[in-house]
């Protein structure tokens, strides 16, 4: 084969590749119902099909396409399928995929504000518009001392809250020093693992995470958290960090902000809030009161990549103190140097996360918004709340079924009377059925399904078929066992 | 207006506008060379022109698309352009943004093998391809004890090395007591500012990092790291961890990887190689002197969305011990048990990265190999050397400037020998001026421009014109200073 002068795909056949594409992401939505939800592969299958190593010439894109059909669809997992109630949502949306593909087209590196002005100042504007969407306290505005950011992950946003907190702590001597083992942290014994995770990476240790005992609603009880405080302190430890959830991804449970807050003032420790799914529900002036007390908060985050129509990856995460945040992340090699930063008449995002790099997210956060403008949102969380509500009552009116904690929105636990063995034989043959995708907890100890409606097309004809295909395997499961 | 029964954008519809944001990528792919490279606007100009609130009712498609050119794109420092000669490479390809859409469009959360089996699977067998592809060492092969996995950025990549060395030296200790003020990481003073943010967020600090003298090319002094270290160990420290740069940000410099190996092994310290620009050129058989002592190294990185053609995200990161990361970063919270992680025969990612959530961002890395094959992206990769090698050529035949450093690849360091002021000021009214954008770094004290070749589009002609524009520039400046 002769060398090429070029081997880029032209605009020209962009056009043509591109509608290609386009066409298959609409029949894909067409069809996903139809496909079982979750993947019946086997471990090894998917890369035994694929060739050994990579091509030396190129290949015709008509054959990779045929090939995403033949080799990795069997391998989805269909997240976007509307009978997908597994784990929590992650509701994509057509002006989200080509608020991405526009993203993607761009190509720009939003480090700096310098790289792209409008990939800094639209993701700024729309976390602005989010704080007045969702009724956040003014002091998250960017036109005040705190501001937001888009993160790739919730995990992400309390890993940079808690950097921010050490360093407001130990007035930046731990960027400086290192970590002494002084600074405790503390959250539910219910929340998300991701503060584990947090508190490993930096620096802080597992053992210096003080779990907090839960009430009868799987709930943080302040007392608890206010008596272990006090303790650390009388020990001349540092408490630095609380996180509080609106709404755990195991159970949805929704600590007491307002009373958590109110100790966290008491003695100045930085409070989270992780939103990551519940937060979208307030939207919905119904169901603002899940962010009681989310005043006293000195950061607080929700993922629109969960229950707001906007592909992953979109954490939005505001501070009261973007000092602290920056101070806590901020570097500034010469290469990085200039006269915008200089200036400090902009925000370089860079210093508000993690990695150096970041994409132009804001675009498809703004083509959602816009698509479905504040009243479209509201409408579709407001059909999700309902159906689980519909879901957690056909659940209570079972005599062989419970609800094993509160459904304040659009998650319901609960499992059948039968005992562990049963609740983990009946998800497995469903799962398997490839009909519908739950996942499960332990609450209490117990073995707990976990139904999660948020999916962008799930309507009440899949929730009905769903709890249809849970009862009749339950009564077959049941039948065999007596 | 009356509520309707759903927000959504039907199939139908995604189909019409997913042609228009084809057209209008294709379209911008065939302008782009024609706009302002920097972009103009002054801070908060974006802003100003946006609602100050989110639209309550949802607007039409074609009106977003619209105010993407009228809104944003005045914003945008075209990346994408032939012209772009700053910081580094960030070249995205058709392939690239299709598979980019295509993983938008599929909405998968990749977090766990069971998630998506073909994501991880993908993804898996692409870091296989790889190593292959970059002739790196075997034990970087997810067959062996070690294996690759995608990560947003070097910067993150560099983290993640940081923690699985950190939990090495202290055998998982720190993840469980936290830092001790012990761990000490080395770097040359070189080194790209990603280890110094690493050392902040892991809690070892910065007063732990050992910036070693670099020698005249700008690259590691071995014997220098070899003193620090045994200087370290002698005063009851633990030394844990080096970096080594293939190719710095600043001047792509490139460290003596094998004697840093050799000091490394000897010492038991976990070496991690960067690079994150550079690695691409390992393509090509002539050039893969790049990567001699790499079979060394405990982990290594490089950036397909820097130079091969795959938009960002996507840092391609290895480890030759794929336990010593895991157990840096796992947790395993009930609600994500299944049967395939208790199996033990699949790979989760959550536990290879910061974050818990993942993209599929192995299907663009699979598209753009397979569109170009390994000929093609060789192809390209020789013709960007070929230029920096003939634009250093050029600035050394005139006697008003300078090479400032080794040019091995692609990065050309130069200035003019009129001095920091007038380089500043030809750098700032180049960029100003719109038709080329370049970026500068301190050398030895000295400011010095950075001529870095490898968007996608660039060709021999946009070299020509830029030197054109540079010498006619200086002598415009030189004039006026006489």
Redesign the interface.
Known sequence: ?T??A??????????Q???A??????????KVESLPV??Q?Q?????AA?PA???????A?A??LAD?DR??????????SPNFFA?FP?????????G???S??????GML???????T??E??MLD??V??LDLPQKFLSTTNGGGVIQ?????AV?CAL?AA?ERATQFA????????R?IVYTSSQT???L??AA?????????IRLIDVDEHLAMQPASLAAAIEQDRAQGLIPCFVVASVGT??SNAIDPVAAIGQICQAQGVWLHVDAAMAGTAALCPELRWIHAGVDLADSYCFNP?KWM?T???CDCFWVADRAALIG??S??????????TE?G??IDYRDWQ??????FRA?KL??V?????????R??IRQHVALAQTFAAWVQADPNFEVAAPVPLNLVCFRHRGGDALNQQLMDQLNHSGQLYL????LRGKLTL?MSIGQ??TTARHVVSAWQAIQTQAETLSAAAD
């Open positions: 084969m060398e090429q070029s081997y880029h795909m032209t605009a020209a056949e962009f056009r590749h591109g509608r594409v386009v066409d298959w992401i609409a029949d894909y939505m067409e979750l993947s592969v471990p090894g299958e998917i890369r694929l190593a990579a091509p030396k010439q190129g290949e894109f054959t990779m995403v080799l990795i669809l069997p391998g989805i997992t269909h997240w976007q784990y992650a509701n994509a949306s057509g002006p989200a995929i080509l991405e593909l526009l993607a087209g761009l190509g720009v590196q504000w310098a790289t792209s002005p409008a990939c100042e639209l700024t504007h518009w989010l007045a969407m790739d992950s919730a995990s992400s890993l950097l050490r731990t960027n400086q020093q290192g970590c002494d083992g600074l998300h693992s991701s584990e995770k490993m990476i930096a620096g802080i240790g597992r053992a210096q991804t195991s990549h129509f592909n992953f990856d806590a992340l570097i500034l090699p010469e290469y990085l140097r200039n006269q915008a200036s008449a902009v993690i990695p150096l790099g970041r994409r675009l703004w083509f918004i816009r698509h479905y403008g504040v009243e479209g949102l409408h579709h996942t499960h907890t332990r976990r962008t097309h």
